[in-house]
């Protein structure tokens, strides 16, 4: 059989070795191992990409933790700053009961003399 592959084969009889045709050029082997060279510098890129993309990704995933964690707190200080506020407030109304308890028993006081 001849066909377009057996130059390749070595002339289609399967049980012998690899051979390469002679009418193959130099050139066409340096352009082939060119190629070659080449695809394997891209995929070894993309590889790297890859890598640096996934350390990237490891880190914001840390990041991100972070973050949480830091408006959990945040809440909470919140919520104790509200609590605080409700504190003050309900202080600032007694003291106000208070001073006007003593301006009425001092006005109380001044009346009986």
């Given at each position: 059989m001849n066909g377009p592959d057996d130059a390749v084969t070595g002339g289609g009889n399967h049980g012998e070795s690899w051979r390469l045709d002679r009418r193959v050029g130099v050139q066409a082997l340096a352009a082939a191992a060119t190629a070659f060279a080449g695809a394997v510098m891209l995929a070894a890129t993309v590889q790297a990409r890859m890598d640096a993309m996934e350390a990237r990704?490891?880190?914001?995933?840390?990041?991100?933790?972070?973050?949480?964690?830091?408006?959990?707190?945040?809440?909470?200080?919140?919520?104790?700053?509200?609590?605080?506020?409700?504190?003050?407030?309900?202080?600032?109304?007694?003291?106000?009961?208070?001073?006007a308890e003593a301006r009425t028993a001092s006005a109380t006081g001044k009346e009986a003399r």
């Open positions: 990704a490891a880190a914001l995933d840390g990041d991100v933790r972070a973050a949480r964690e830091t408006a959990v707190c945040v809440a909470r200080m919140d919520e104790r700053l509200a609590a605080v506020q409700r504190a003050l407030e309900e202080v600032r109304t007694d003291l106000r009961h208070l001073r």
